[in-house]
């Protein structure tokens, strides 16, 4: 077993633990993302987000960001935040605005106050032959008999528009969202957005989250739901109500996309890191 150093953030209830690469033995492995997350044998988290130094110029580091399962997600919106928090924070860099690299590409954010970031996410598609092959050039389908808008922003979103605020506190979202992220349409699984409007610049979400579940709140899951409600004519600047509380997307008419919200540490500490993992982490 290794002793390392972790601190672990939480943005929105979006909870992660923040490791440096360079205090790590080796490679980090699903099963060892999966023991620190785990709510009773680790330390417990909703992903584990992995710094390392960046090989790009200008870049001051890359991020890989790790479900709670031990797969690989592509982008988060919350976890970037996290990790750009933490490094501001840490003195990885004192610019209020840089780069940092994550494998759906760069992403620029710029610091707003000692917990206020804005991320400039990139632009959003409608279609990916990889995520949603099947679809058309203007994301719309149809999945267990809901209508759906499909997003890609980093990683995939499924955007369900749904009558009324009551009926989205309603549902039962671990039982549908886990149908809809396994549906073939999705050869990689999708996230899930549910998301009612409020008034033009206003909706309620709750997000399905492929290898987490329902999540208090999800960046990407927010934005995913954001620019479903500027297609259907909502205006932009959306604030996106979620039951971590408030992000505000702006969604510019090319659907590139900025996100605005908070981030702040939770505690910080040393973990053994056990390979393999102790019994009951499956």
């Known amino acids: 077993m290794t002793l390392i150093a ?6 929105l209830g979006n909870d992660y633990l923040v490791l440096e690469a360079d205090d790590l033995p080796g490679p980090l492995t699903s099963e060892q993302v999966r023991h620190l997350c785990h709510r009773h044998f680790g330390i417990g988290a909703d992903g584990v987000l992995l710094l390392s130094a960046s090989g790009e110029p200008g870049y001051v580091a890359d991020l890989r960001i790790f479900n709670p399962d031990g797969s690989e997600a592509e982008l988060s919106g919350h ?3 996290e990790a750009i928090k933490y490094l501001h924070r840490r003195g990885w860099t004192d610019r209020t605005q ?3 690299g994550t494998i759906a590409g760069e992403i620029r954010p710029t610091i707003l106050d000692e917990t206020h970031c804005r991320v400039d996410m990139g ?3 409608l279609r990916s032959a990889k995520d949603f092959p099947s679809g058309d050039a203007d994301g719309l389908g149809e999945v267990e008999g809901l209508r759906f808008q499909f997003v890609s922003i980093g990683n995939p979103q499924c955007a369900i528009r749904v009558d009324g605020v009551q009926a989205v506190d309603a549902m039962d979202l671990d039982a549908i969202g886990s149908l809809i992220q396994n549906s073939p349409l999705f050869p990689n699984r999708t996230n899930v957005s549910f998301y009612a409007p409020i008034d033009d610049a206003t909706i309620r979400a709750r997000i399905f ?3 987490v579940g329902e999540t208090l709140s999800s960046g990407t899951g927010a934005t995913g739901a954001a620019v479903s409600h500027v297609l259907r004519g909502g205006d932009s600047s959306v604030t996106v109500k979620l039951d971590g509380g408030e992000l505000l997307v702006d969604v510019g008419e090319d659907l590139h996309v900025d996100l605005t919200g908070w ?5 910080s500490g040393t973990v053994e890191l056990a390979d393999p993992a102790p019994p009951g982490i499956s």
Do not use: H, T
């Not at 972790?6 to 943005?11: I, M, T």
């Open 123 to 125: 632009r959003a598609a």
């Open 209 to 211: 989250e492929r290898g």
């Open 263 to 267: 981030a702040i540490p939770v505690f």
């Open 79 to 81: 976890g970037a935040r």
């Open 6 to 11: 972790f601190e672990k953030w939480q943005a």
């Open 98 to 100: 840089f780069s940092i």
